[in-house]
């Protein structure tokens, strides 16, 4: 899920909720397609509801220090 150099923007509607991908094996990057369920760790998703429409900036490169979301990190060298 790690391997882009930007982040995944997304829009979310007030009171949406969406599950981000926390075990790094899902198909649908970065939501969670419950592939976590196959995994013997016990990694459960991010959950997000949004209080107002918005944009997200979820990491993509798995470097932010403030995981799911994107802090810039990809842009550090």
Partial sequence: MYNKQS????????GEEIYICHCGKT???????GSHK???ERVKPFVY???????????????S??????DGSHNKT
């Fill in 7 to 14: 982040p995944h923007i997304l829009t979310v509607k007030e």
């Fill in 27 to 33: 198909g649908t990057e970065p939501l969670c397609d």
């Fill in 38 to 40: 196959k995994l013997t």
């Fill in 49 to 63: 509801k949004a209080e107002k429409d918005d944009g997200l900036y979820i990491c993509g490169c798995g470097k």
């Fill in 65 to 70: 220090k403030n995981l799911p979301w994107c």
